[in-house]
């Protein structure tokens, strides 16, 4: 999916303020669980949670880890 400047640049500051929030670099899931989302919305949400958690790294790790579930494809 190709993305705009605006949400690499986004996704790079929330992945940046995560990893000082938790003291170490975020993992490929954590990574993913925010690159996944391109949308706005999305991510402001993303931030702002990640931001309220800085004081709580284990809430944070939690919240980046959290499942995400995607509707499977039905196989005709």
Known sequence: MLRDLTTIRWHATII???ERALGRRVTKEEKAFVTSRGGYLALEMIHDEVKS???N??????YLNSAIEFPQEKKA
């Open 53 to 55: 958690l800085s004081a």
């Open 57 to 62: 790294p284990e809430g944070l790790a939690r």
């Open 16 to 18: 940046r303020d995560a």
